[in-house]
């Protein structure tokens, strides 16, 4: 369940997100399109409290960000960012620990999870993905894909409401292998929400359940992804999908 | 046209006259040979008028060659002068490779304590309170101290000795009465400690096989004595007594000849006792950097704007100014505003306060090498910023600077050798010291280069082990079921 009301940020002097506003119920999986600089990595960022806006509120799980708390270290901010999992594009793994390691570390040392426990259950979780015979390898020892995976599996170490996933098809494009696309439409049944920033419409087709157009630093519409695809109502999302079917 | 006249004179007279190159130290040199206070560009002493009047004799023009006393009887075989005239002393092991002429001054040796420090009358006095006695190196002072199981500290030069009898660093200096007068009778912190002693002889150095030249000078010493030319040397400047009438006469004159102190088993001693001088200061001054660099790379990197100036300014600094400089400064330089430290502890914190400065730069570099996602990362995972930094940044910093840091630490390790110029008992000042006094540079140097490898060996396999086992755990050669 995410809810977001009038989010507004600058960062060093441009607006990048202006009066945002959007819903997103349970059991849901969003894909946000648009061109390239228009504030979707920035949406995101707010999404999961890593970045400070100057208007407006996100509640996401029930627990609600202020912009003034935005910016601070206040509790809430440290409670807010747990409520969220993101894999940033360019994944960032941790390259001083093993796959197991990257995946099981805050659950051990933020959550104090037994560390036998949390292993079994990452062992489980990589299984499922079949890259478990690869845990007590390094990330730089593993594909593009693998990376993503683990990636994947860290960000939901820590059992978020919502998971974030920016620009995924940078690398190799597995959210479209089956495994992978089954484990998020099974976070999304099991009551989560998943939010997928893309500039490719083909991808998101295939995964989203609702897509979100974002023009210059604005929410466009927002629909089912087969109504908005078949019968956008904005020019400007008409242009970008008219543009987006040559790639 | 005067001028080209004159200088055209004056290279005729050079060719026409055979020239008598002599070498002496004239660094802290008075009152033997030093420049001149009131003409710095020549010099003055003694032993100057002595060469120039000995030469005069000989029928030959006297030509300074201003060299080091350490080095002193290398130079001279090294053919760079012909003869040495330094206030030098003949002793047994230089007996065995040059010659020595006739006596043209007998000294003694005398204590020097400070005012208000009565516990000290005689040199016995510092054997049974085992008060270590300064003095120079390779000098007859220090053979007699060597010789008679004393504790002591060798100077490179009288100055920084009676300067640290001074400041309390030493409590008492051993010296000819030369330079005992001119460097501390005059000092009102000071006071002789008993009577001269241990009569003891300069003469002029010659290398092995000159015999035709120490024929020669012999016959002109007998001839300045005879004719009272040295006495007039000498009375001007005050260093005239009756006990060098005895030199007149046709009978040789009684005076000491030190031994030969040098044997193996006392020299590796020494030598072992330097190298632990030598890692004490490392690891001491490595300790210092390491921890002052955090602070230093913290205030340059997010301090206010004053915390950032003062940071640069310390760093720039150090890293500007040559170690050997800061170590003068330190322990010349602090006594006057009350800090007196040990040689040994001003190396430490001399060393330890300059290698902070590169080590802030290692840790700049380390912690920038970071991508500022990571942080964002652990901090999406609910990490707070004291368990980002521990669990997540640090362990990639450390990998990153670990390398550079081993680099700097056997740099640091090398650099205890600048500790040499503060009178530390360390490995090169060991070296230096018992190789002059022995002649033996390659003997001792062998032992001496075994030495530093026998430490720095260790410490480079340690560091390389480290780093491979760092750089396994980042390219998973231990890691099981690999198919990738």
């Known amino acids: ?247 | 046209m005067f001028l080209c006249t004159l200088l055209v004179i004056h290279s005729l007279t050079a060719l026409a006259t055979p020239s008598l190159r002599w070498g002496a130290d004239p660094s802290g040199g008075a009152p033997y040979v030093f420049a001149d206070p009131a003409n710095p560009q020549s010099y003055t002493g003694f032993d100057y008028e002595f060469a120039e009047a000995l030469a005069r004799e000989m029928g030959m023009t006297a030509q300074f060659v201003p060299t080091d006393w350490e080095s002193i009887v290398a130079s001279l075989n090294r053919k760079e002068f012909d003869v040495i005239i330094n206030g030098f002393e003949p002793t047994e092991d230089r007996a065995r490779e040059m010659l020595f002429s006739k006596p043209y001054y007998l000294f003694r040796l005398q204590l020097t304590v400070r005012k208000n420090d009565t516990r000290i009358s005689s040199i016995a006095d510092c054997k049974k309170l085992g008060i270590p006695v300064g003095t120079l190196v390779n000098c007859s002072a220090s053979r007699l101290l060597d010789e008679g199981g004393y504790k002591s500290v060798g100077y490179q030069d009288p100055v920084g000795a009676y300067q640290d009898l001074e400041n309390g660093r030493v409590d008492a200096v051993l010296m000819d009465v030369a330079g005992e007068m001119f460097y501390a009778r005059k000092n009102p912190n000071l006071r002789p400690a008993g009577e001269p002693f241990n009569t003891g002889a300069y003469v002029v150095g010659i290398r092995k096989g000159d015999t035709e030249l120490k024929k020669r000078i012999d016959a002109a010493i007998v001839r300045l004595s005879d004719d009272g030319a040295t006495e007039r040397i000498f009375r001007k400047w005050d260093l005239w007594n009756d006990e060098q009438l005895t030199l007149r006469s046709a009978e040789p004159a009684k005076y000491e000849v030190a031994k030969s102190t040098f044997n193996w088993s006392e020299g590796l001693i020494k030598l072992t006792k330097a190298a632990l001088v030598t890692v004490l200061i490392a690891f001491g001054a490595m300790l210092i950097a390491v921890i002052l660099g955090i602070p230093l790379a913290l205030g340059q990197s997010n301090g206010g704007t004053a915390v950032k100036v003062l940071c640069t300014v310390y760093i720039e600094f150090f890293r500007g100014t040559p170690v050997l400089v800061q170590l003068l400064f330190l322990y010349f330089g602090l006594p006057v505003v009350g800090i007196t430290l040990p040689g040994w502890l001003t190396a430490v914190v001399g060393l330890g306060l300059n290698y902070a400065a590169y080590e802030s730069q290692v840790y700049r570099m380390a912690f920038e090498a970071v991508p500022s996602r990571q942080w964002q990362v652990a901090y999406s995972l609910g990490m707070r910023p004291v368990q980002a930094f521990r669990r997540i940044i640090f362990p990639q910093a450390f990998r990153t600077a670990l390398p550079p840091m081993t680099n700097d630490f056997v740099s640091l390790f090398k650099d205890t050798s600048t500790a040499f110029a503060i009178a530390v008992w360390e490995l090169a000042t060991a070296y230096r010291e018992l190789a002059n006094a022995t002649q033996s540079y390659l003997g001792i140097g062998l032992v001496v280069c075994c030495y530093y490898l026998a430490m720095s060996l260790p410490l480079a396999h340690y560091a390389h082990k480290l780093e491979q086992r760092l750089q396994r755990k980042s390219t998973g050669i231990l890691s099981s079921g690999s198919n990738t």
């Open chain 1, 1 to 247: 369940m995410i809810t977001i009301k009038g989010l507004t940020t600058t960062v060093q002097g441009t607006k990048l997100l202006n009066n945002v506003n959007l819903e997103l119920k349970p059991g849901r999986i969003l894909g946000i399109i648009g061109p390239s600089g228009n504030g979707k990595t920035t949406l995101l960022m707010c999404l999961c409290g890593l970045l400070p806006f100057e208007n407006g509120t996100i509640t996401v799980g029930g627990k609600t960000l202020r912009a003034e708390e935005s910016g601070s270290r206040s509790e809430t901010i440290w409670e807010f960012r747990k409520k969220s999992g993101i894999v940033f594009q360019h994944l960032h793994l941790f390259p001083h620990l093993t796959v197991l390691g990257n995946i099981i570390e805050a659950p051990v040392h933020v959550n104090r999870t037994p560390k036998a426990e949390a292993e079994r259950q990452a062992i489980d979780l990589l299984a499922k993905l079949g890259i478990e015979q690869h845990r007590n390898k390094y990330p730089e020892e593993l594909s593009g894909g693998e990376q993503q995976r683990v990636a994947i599996l860290r960000a939901l170490s820590m059992n978020p409401e919502v998971l974030l996933l920016d620009e995924p098809t940078s690398a190799l494009d597995p959210i479209r292998s089956g495994d992978v696309r089954k484990l998020l439409q099974e976070f999304a049944a099991s009551g989560h929400t998943v939010v997928i920033v893309s500039h490719s419409v083909r991808f998101l087709k295939g995964i989203a359940d609702e897509l979100a157009f974002m023009g210059k630093s604005e929410m466009i519409e927002m629909n089912s992804t087969q109504e908005l695809l078949e019968n956008p109502r904005d020019e400007r999302t008409r242009e970008f999908l008219s543009y987006s079917e040559l790639n």
